[in-house]
């Protein structure tokens, strides 16, 4: 499978200019990251995607649409790839809200608030990275599906830090590594 973080969010431009919570709940992609977003297609359209699994925040929505569109691909929502809640970019949208942005897509499966309302624990990311690796260890699909998803799950996931708009590929058969 490809894992990919999702592009920079205005949260991640503000926060990276001043280390500081700019107080941004579900953030919109920056200007930069819808770009880095469109350039993913070129990168990715060759990689044999048949099967999005993205994460419901905004970021990883908007992070994703772009390489759906392209492959003719509707997404699937998990909201177990989501991020560690720990800042305000962490509080996610109401399932109604998402489905007026993003029609297409079902939101049906998704709690009126499917993020964590506390700080989660890096061991409650963990463990919902392992849940999330027997899923997909489990699924003949893993091959050629392409996980949207956030820097904290993925560390979880893979024990690497991701930069936003990076991506490479997992083997979610295999165990995984320790730092």
């Known amino acids: 499978m490809i894992v990919l973080r999702h592009c920079q969010s205005e949260f991640n431009r503000l926060f990276t200019a001043t280390r500081k919570d700019p107080g941004i709940a579900d953030p919109p992609l920056s200007e930069k990251?819808?770009?880095?977003?469109?350039?993913?297609?070129?990168?990715?359209?060759?990689?044999?995607?048949?099967?999005?699994?993205?994460?419901?925040?905004?970021?990883?929505?908007?992070?994703?649409?772009?390489?759906?569109?392209?492959?003719?691909?509707?997404?699937?929502?998990n909201p177990l790839i989501r991020e560690r809640a720990a800042f305000s970019c962490d509080i996610g949208s109401p399932p109604a809200a998402l489905a007026l942005r993003w029609p297409d897509?079902?939101?049906?499966?998704?709690?009126?608030?499917?993020?964590?309302?506390?700080?989660?624990?890096?061991?409650?990311?963990?463990?919902?990275?392992?849940?999330f690796r027997a899923e997909m260890a489990a699924s003949p699909m893993?091959?050629?599906?392409?996980?949207?998803?956030?820097?904290?799950?993925?560390?979880?996931f893979t024990q690497s830090s991701v930069e936003n708009g990076a991506w490479f590929r997992v083997d979610p058969t295999a165990p995984p590594a320790t730092l």
Request: avoid cysteine; aromatic fraction near 8%; hydrophobic fraction near 50%.
């Open 33 to 77: 990251g819808k770009k880095q977003a469109e350039e993913l297609v070129e990168a990715l359209v060759g990689e044999g995607i048949r099967h999005i699994i993205v994460s419901p925040y905004t970021r990883a929505l908007q992070t994703a649409e772009p390489i759906a569109r392209a492959l003719n691909i509707t997404p699937t929502i």
């Open 142 to 156: 893993w091959r050629d599906t392409l996980v949207v998803s956030h820097w904290a799950f993925l560390l979880a």
């Open 105 to 131: 897509l079902n939101f049906s499966a998704l709690d009126e608030m499917w993020w964590s309302s506390a700080i989660e624990s890096p061991e409650a990311v963990e463990e919902r990275a392992a849940l």
